[in-house]
């Protein structure tokens, strides 16, 4: 028996409670009305396969992931899109009408779309990037950065050895900088990406100097809370070209939402001033 049900989406986690997720997916549910609901769950490690099989006999139609278990559904799914098996982590599942899990990374994508809106200009081609911090966020940027033709990343990490593993799988397009040597590589950087969470509320500030900045320098700080971090004020003041971490965690949304619901939501002012709450 086929049944026509509302579409069911959701975020999955532990914890889950602080996913903006819900309330994105939840105004384009309305600003487009949509029959369709969005759901926060905060699932245990043992129950977390279970949960997955379930799902879709409830009527989900897929669920963003969360931490800590980016990397643990791509064991449970059926099938893994090539740009998760690079990142190495999946954060949009698309349970599927013949039955089986999609596992996707839409991150890089957010990334560079957010790029694309904040900064027109951007040429990807035009110089090396600068990318600060080498955790599961750095993967996705470096494997986005380097698809759309980033001739050179610099990639600085306090932790050498985890700068060093990306190097290993992304190749000789990366370049590793001493972490005290970080400022020192800015001067002629098309594009300076923070993905370390320095500069986060609660965290420590990113102390890397600035002064190597230049007018023209597109700069952008994955940490959206703040909005503006002193990374972006600094480089403000110093004539870069500067782009939040928001929109990349809006842009990130579209592919799922648009797949789960039918709709490809548009990313406008109103969009951010409604996670933003
Ligand atoms: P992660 O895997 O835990 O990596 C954390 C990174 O920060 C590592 O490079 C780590 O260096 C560095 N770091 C932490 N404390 C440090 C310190 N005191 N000094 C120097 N480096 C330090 O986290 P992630 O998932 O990559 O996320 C990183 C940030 O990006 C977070 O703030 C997260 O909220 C943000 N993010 C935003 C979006 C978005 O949509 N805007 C998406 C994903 C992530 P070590 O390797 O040396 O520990």
């Keep these: 028996m086929t049944l026509s049900r509302i579409p069911l989406a ?24 949509l029959a369709g609901h969005y759901i926060p769950m905060e699932i245990a490690p ?18 963003n992931v969360t931490i800590p278990y980016k990397e643990k559904v791509m064991e449970i799914a059926d099938l893994v899109s090539d740009r998760a098996t690079l990142i190495g982590a999946a954060n949009t599942i698309i349970f599927r009408n013949d039955g ?12 560079i779309e957010n790029l694309r809106q904040g900064a027109p200009g951007w040429d990807p081609k035009a110089g090396p990037a600068v990318v600060l911090g080498a955790g599961g966020a ?30 290993d799988d992304f190749g000789n397009r990366i370049q590793v ?77 579209v592919p799922g939402f648009e797949r789960w619901f039918g709709q490809r939501p548009e990313v406008d002012d109103a969009t951010r001033a409604a996670v933003l709450g």
């Excluded at 320098?217 to 994955?222: A, M, N, S």
């Design 177 to 253: 900088v001493e972490w005290v040597q970080a400022g020192n590589v800015l001067e002629d950087a098309a594009l300076v990406v923070n993905s370390t969470s320095l500069g986060m509320v609660g965290k420590a500030e990113l102390r890397v100097p600035l002064d190597g900045l230049r007018p023209g320098t597109v700069v952008t700080d994955l940490v959206y809370t703040p909005l503006q971090t002193r990374l972006l004020r600094v480089a403000a003041e110093q004539g870069c070209t500067c782009v939040d971490g928001l929109g990349m965690l809006i842009h990130q949304a």
């Design 100 to 111: 089986r899990i999609h596992a996707d990374n839409t991150d890089g994508y957010g990334f």
């Design 10 to 33: 959701g975020v999955i986690g532990a914890p889950v409670a602080h996913s903006r997720s819900p309330r994105l997916h939840g105004y384009w549910l309305g600003k487009y009305g």
């Design 46 to 63: 043992d129950k977390l396969d279970a949960a997955m099989r379930l799902l879709p006999d409830l009527g989900f139609v897929g669920v």
């Design 138 to 167: 750095a993967r996705a940027v470096i494997a986005s950065l380097l698809e759309v033709g980033v001739p050179e990343i610099r990639l600085s990490n306090r932790t050498r050895l985890r700068a060093e593993s990306l190097r």
